[in-house]
């Protein structure tokens, strides 16, 4: 029999693979929302988080009121 070994690797710490976690309250409209979009596009809640975030993002404009111009 050969000598195998098993070579375990440190784990990485959280929030290392580029993702963080937080908690965030929502109206209960919005969850049944993305519940109903989650049920027909088989993506998890957590998923269409993202996307719909990133949409967002993406597409926000910051516009500056008279007093802070």
């Not at 050969?2 to 965030?24: C, H, M, T, W």
């Not at 949409?55 to 111009?69: D, H, M």
Request: aromatic residues 4%; glycine residues 8%.
């Amino acid at each position: 029999m050969k000598n195998e070994q098993l070579i375990i690797r440190p784990k990485r710490a959280k929030g290392e693979d580029g993702y963080k976690v937080f908690s965030i309250r929502v109206k209960d409209e919005i969850v049944g929302k993305i519940d109903e979009i989650s049920a027909k596009t088989g993506r998890s809640r957590n998923e269409l988080i993202g996307i719909l975030l990133q949409f967002a993002l993406n597409r926000c404009v910051i516009e500056e009121t008279e007093q802070e111009k």
